[in-house]
């Protein structure tokens, strides 16, 4: 169809890694895709992107790319003021973009991660894998005793404002903590969001993280750089009404 590319989302990220023809370097270092670009064979064998054919060529392939680690720890630096080296994580989630995030922030030194899933096996297996890959990392598949500096929700709870809470009130209390991350971006205020407010967290939803994965994957599909500010103006008026 001649498409240049597209993103996916939830449930699609960790499918898409075994369907896609060529995985760039960061798709393999995270163990998902979230961006795909469309690309051609030229007359000479190179693969280029579609959008340098004038017309469509006779062969083609996916070429799958994440965006979504770096997006994640620029959104906590810039929307919440937290620099993840030397931190306390608890997160939330162990599905595609929670797998991710917990990758991505191990590379960044953090100083230990909680991993809490639905399925706890699910949480253990990321566990080990992180252990292995970053063996200096101190990571564990349960909530922590302690007071953390973070709690990072990769979970779909949030989405319904009916929804309840992300984690086992039982377990963990938001006053063990100082920032709230919420990768959900609507409803702007989750009720993981709400609770965490009250209990006095500084707090931010996804929109970030939507805007810098989506500015990456434009500048993955055009070849050029992405218009951050009229992208971010146009997020806030289409999830806020602003």
Same mark, same amino acid.
């Given at each position: 169809?001649?498409?240049?590319?597209?993103?996916? /989302?939830?449930?699609?990220?960790? &499918? #898409?890694?075994?369907?896609?023809?060529?995985?760039?370097?960061?798709?393999?270092?995270?163990? #998902?895709?979230? %961006?795909?670009?469309?690309?051609?064979?030229?007359?000479?064998?190179?693969?280029?992107? $579609?959008?340098? @054919?004038? +017309?469509?060529?006779?062969?083609?392939?996916?070429?799958?790319?994440?965006? +979504?680690? !770096?997006?994640?720890?620029?959104?906590?630096?810039?929307?919440? *003021?937290?620099?993840?080296?030397? =931190?306390?994580?608890?997160?939330? *989630?162990?599905?595609?973009?929670?797998? %991710?995030?917990?990758?991505?922030? #191990?590379?960044?030194?953090?100083?230990?991660?909680?991993?809490?899933?639905?399925?706890?096996?699910?949480?253990?297996?990321?566990?080990?894998?992180?252990?292995?890959?970053?063996?200096?990392?101190?990571? /564990?598949? +349960?909530?922590?005793?302690?007071?953390?500096?973070?709690?990072?929700?990769?979970?779909? $709870?949030?989405? =319904?404002?009916? !929804?309840?809470?992300? @984690? +086992?009130?039982?377990?963990?209390? &938001?006053?063990?903590?100082?920032?709230?991350? !919420?990768?959900?971006?609507?409803?702007?205020?989750?009720?993981?969001?709400?609770?965490?407010?009250?209990?006095?967290?500084?707090?931010?939803? *996804?929109?970030?993280?939507?805007?810098?994965?989506?500015?990456?994957?434009?500048?993955?599909? /055009?070849?050029?750089?992405?218009?951050? !500010? /009229?992208?971010?103006?146009?997020?806030?008026?289409?999830?806020? *009404?602003?």
């Amino acid at each position: 169809m001649n498409f240049i590319g597209l993103n996916l /989302t939830v449930p699609h990220k960790l &499918l #898409a890694v075994d369907l896609v023809d060529e995985k760039d370097e960061s798709a393999r270092a995270w163990g #998902a895709v979230n %961006t795909i670009r469309f690309e051609g064979k030229d007359a000479v064998g190179n693969w280029r992107p $579609l959008r340098e @054919f004038t +017309d469509a060529p006779r062969e083609t392939r996916s070429h799958g790319f994440n965006t +979504d680690a !770096d997006a994640i720890t620029r959104a906590l630096r810039e929307d919440l *003021g937290v620099e993840p080296a030397g =931190k306390r994580v608890l997160l939330l *989630g162990a599905g595609g973009a929670g797998r %991710t995030a917990a990758l991505k922030l #191990a590379s960044e030194n953090v100083a230990e991660l909680f991993l809490i899933n639905r399925t706890q096996s699910k949480a253990a297996q990321l566990a080990a894998e992180i252990r292995q890959r970053h063996p200096k990392a101190r990571v /564990t598949a +349960d909530y922590p005793q302690a007071n953390v500096d973070l709690v990072l929700n990769a979970t779909s $709870l949030g989405l =319904k404002p009916t !929804d309840s809470l992300p @984690f +086992d009130e039982r377990r963990f209390s &938001l006053r063990q903590t100082g920032s709230v991350y !919420d990768m959900i971006y609507r409803p702007a205020e989750t009720p993981l969001l709400k609770a965490a407010k009250s209990a006095g967290c500084r707090v931010a939803n *996804g929109l970030g993280m939507l805007l810098y994965q989506g500015a990456k994957a434009l500048e993955i599909w /055009t070849g050029r750089p992405a218009p951050l !500010d /009229t992208m971010r103006r146009a997020l806030e008026q289409n999830v806020y *009404g602003l």
